[in-house]
């Protein structure tokens, strides 16, 4: 649908073409969007109860409340052209109606008489008794539904409704499928929206007309009465972009805006004291950085010279070597003599941090200090006042170091690693934290690093708010971790290969889907049990050990620690290990009903293994209930790319996959999914720069109700969540 195609025919219009327009309709103000269902004059108070327990509470509400679908029924037939054994529609007068009892217990019939100018109808229903008070003789039906010969031939009807002279909005067409739920079915959504259609002008145009122009986006009444009313799939998909760029283009403005804010809001130091430090950590390298990192490297160095605190994510799939190019920004930092911070998600992270960045950064003389909550009193105090007085030139930690009242006098950059499941909203309550911790008035630079490959699609929309540098490859001389899917019969192989592998000097992973029998999802086999079947059985000569996160903290650190002193030969394993545990030693990884992990997800956790000098082998067992899950694993085992991956990852299974849900949750993206409309966000994203170039305060006349989208949107993006 464009700007000069016809708008949708209301209900009840004719639809053999010879309806010529809307009836003047009053362009009622934003008002009527808001008003109560319950308010509405065409809404049964019964319906405005339910509609509003569903979470439906306005007019608008309603308009916003899209199909999932649409079946496309064809037109009603005469009753005499009805062909049994084919789900059809017929129209015609009712005659009669009675109620039958059966010999089958609890089962009662509705059988009705229905007559058009053609022939008879019978027309059946199970167990709906009321139905014979609530039709009267004389109305005119439309039923739908499987049609069986007789004579007169009769139809076992599936949905039906009463029509006067309009036309049918549950039994021909394509009728909408909305999302429903116990209390609000799917078809009482479609009553409402039958009801409220009038008000769909009532919408608000945000979009500039020329924007929509040059695009050949429908107005936003016009879209969303394709939606709820489309005449074809053409209306539907014309439908769905609109509403998906105006979306989109919103967001894409409310990060951009927050962007700017952001950096305008604190001045941070500027980190251009030299390269003296990073040159020396360079020439004692054992190996060239490669392309991607040279590039990651110059990206933020440019950044930390400026006087605004940069915000950036870096991403580099597990062993693209972002510890170096983080290494090389602390060293930046110590020459202008400002003091870093590096935050992970676990302790014991935060010591294997620490241990490869006192190894890097050893050639310039920079130490780095541990702080967490496994330091004795004493020593804590000492490191807590290298920190206070400024000796200290790089502290590691957990977050909790952001909130328990570490005092760095001249914290210049802070690098957060491994934190991808991370919302805007979070993102900015940390760098509040960090403005608070450093004190003067300057903001510390913010570095991001995550091992997960996002697509291009998810950096625009969740980390919009971010400037992206992604380290594609590997070093030289790293191969991927070759993946096997195999099946059930190809167990005691892969039991043997392990062993084998073991008997060799080397370790091995098994990951299962969830940690004890007992959990409340739905199954998958559990590390509990898995670890007791395999340390009685195939691996009964060997040391087996088991980390889940039901285990207490030391617990689980200490079958990690174990397992990475070589002291144990296999771990068994929930998703834990997914996040940065470092065994170089470890070459085999067996997942457990892969199919119930995202693609993302097994991507990570395979990077686990191979990552020494010996090359890993992941072998995948999974049985796939549908199609997707089969392309998924298929495609795990053809590709080792992860930004591949996470691309199709998100085309199949949606953002949730790859975020997590509490972030992808975040999104809140209404209309558009982001696997299906990478053209429309693309569009946006660059919509949005042109936008604001010409009018960065969005304050011209054709901007204002743009403006104030973006500003609902800003605020909502910027809301706290709880954790
Ligand atoms: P990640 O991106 O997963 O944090 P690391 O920084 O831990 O990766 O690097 C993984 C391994 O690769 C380390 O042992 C590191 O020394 C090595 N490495 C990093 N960069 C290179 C390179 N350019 N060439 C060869 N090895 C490299
Ligand atoms: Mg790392």
């Not at 809307?22 to 319950?38: D, H, I, T």
């Not at 409704?161 to 429903?180: I, Q």
């Not at 998909?237 to 951009?256: D, I």
């Not at 760095?408 to 940390?430: N, S, W």
Request: proline share 6%; glycine share 10%; net charge negative.
């Amino acid at each position: 649908m464009t700007l000069s195609s016809p708008p949708v025919p209301p209900l009840g219009a004719p639809r053999d073409g010879s309806w010529d327009g809307p009836p003047p309709l009053p362009r009622p103000g934003p008002a009527v969007c808001e008003q109560p269902l319950a308010e509405h004059p065409g809404v049964r108070a019964g319906l405005a109860t339910a509609a509003g327990r569903f979470g439906l509470l306005t007019v608008g509400d309603v308009l916003a409340h899209i199909p999932v679908r649409y079946e496309d029924y064809e037109a009603a037939v005469p009753v005499a052209r009805l062909v049994p054994g084919r789900e059809q529609t017929a129209r015609a007068r009712l005659q009669s109606i009675r109620v039958q009892r059966t010999r089958r217990r609890g089962l009662r019939l509705v059988r009705a008489r229905l007559r058009d100018d053609t022939g008879l109808l019978e027309a059946v229903w199970f167990n709906q008794d009321w139905l014979a008070r609530s039709l009267s003789e004389g109305d005119e039906l439309m039923v739908r539904g499987k049609v069986s010969a007789g004579s007169p031939p009769s139809m076992s009807v599936k949905a039906h409704e009463v029509v006067e002279g309009g036309g049918g909005v549950h039994t021909e067409g394509l009728v909408p499928v909305y999302p429903g739920g116990e209390a609000l079915p799917p078809r009482r959504v479609r009553d409402l929206a039958v009801a409220v259609a009038r008000s769909a002008p009532c919408a608000i145009e945000t979009l500039p007309a020329e924007l929509r122009a040059e695009r050949g986006l429908p107005s936003v009444a016009d879209a969303l009465s394709a939606l709820h009313f489309p005449r074809h799939r053409g209306d539907v998909s014309a439908g769905r972009r609109r509403m998906a760029f105006e979306e989109l283009l919103v967001l894409q403005l409310a990060l951009m805006v927050l962007q700017r804010r952001e950096a305008s809001r604190r001045a941070a130091p500027r980190l251009a004291g030299g390269t003296s430090l990073r040159e020396l950590v360079r020439m004692a390298l054992p190996f060239t950085l490669t392309a991607g990192q040279e590039e990651a490297i110059a990206d933020i160095a440019a950044d930390l010279e400026e006087p605004r605190p940069m915000r950036r994510l870096l991403q580099g799939e597990v062993g693209s070597g972002k510890t170096i190019v983080a290494a090389l920004a602390i060293c930046q930092a110590a020459e202008a003599d400002w003091q870093s911070a590096v935050l992970v998600p676990t302790e014991v992270l935060a010591q294997q941090h620490t241990r490869t960045l006192d190894e890097l950064l050893a050639p310039a003389g920079i130490r780095p200090v541990l702080i967490t909550g496994g330091i004795a009193a004493a020593e804590r105090e000492r490191r807590l006042l290298e920190v206070s007085t400024g000796t200290a030139p790089v502290v590691v930690g957990t977050q909790a170091l952001l909130s328990e009242g570490v005092d760095f006098p001249r914290l210049g950059l802070v690098i957060v690693d491994e934190q991808h499941r991370f919302g805007v909203a979070q993102r900015q309550t940390l760098a509040e934290q960090v403005a608070a911790l450093g004190g003067a008035g300057e903001a510390a630079h913010l570095l991001y690093m995550t091992a997960t490959p996002i697509p291009r699609t998810l950096a625009l929309t969740a980390f919009g708010d971010l400037r992206v540098s992604a380290i594609r490859g590997r070093p030289p001389g790293r191969r991927a971790v070759e993946t096997r899917w195999v099946r059930e019969d190809e167990r005691e192989e892969a039991y043997a290969f392990t062993r084998a592998q073991i008997r060799d000097g080397r370790q091995a992973f098994v990951i299962c889907p969830r940690v004890d029998e007992g959990d409340d999802d739905e199954g998958g086999r559990s590390a509990v049990a898995e670890a007791e079947r395999l340390a009685e059985g195939p691996f009964a000569d060997l040391s087996v050990g088991l980390a889940h996160g039901g285990l207490r903290g030391d617990d689980k650190r200490g079958a990690m620690e174990r397992f990475a002193a070589g002291e144990t030969d296999v771990l068994v394993a929930t998703t834990v290990v997914e996040v940065g545990i470092d065994v170089p030693n470890a070459t085999v990884m067996i997942i457990e009903d892969a199919d119930r992990f995202g693609l993302a997800q097994l991507h990570q956790l395979r990077g686990r293994v191979g990552r020494g000098e010996h090359p890993g082998l992941c072998v995948v067992f999974g049985e796939p209930a549908t199609d997707d899950g089969e392309r998924r694993l298929e495609a795990l085992t053809q590709t080792g790319d992860g930004f591949e991956l996470a691309e199709l990852d998100l085309e199949i299974r949606g953002e949730g996959s790859i975020l997590g849900r509490r972030q992808a949750g975040r999104g809140d993206l209404h209309f558009a999914r982001l696997g299906r409309d990478t053209k429309a966000l693309n569009d946006a994203h660059a919509a949005a720069a042109e936008i604001l170039e010409r009018d960065p305060e969005l304050d011209a006349a054709e901007h204002e109700l743009l403006g104030r989208a973006v500003e609902a949107r800003f605020d909502d993006l910027t809301r706290a969540i709880e954790a």
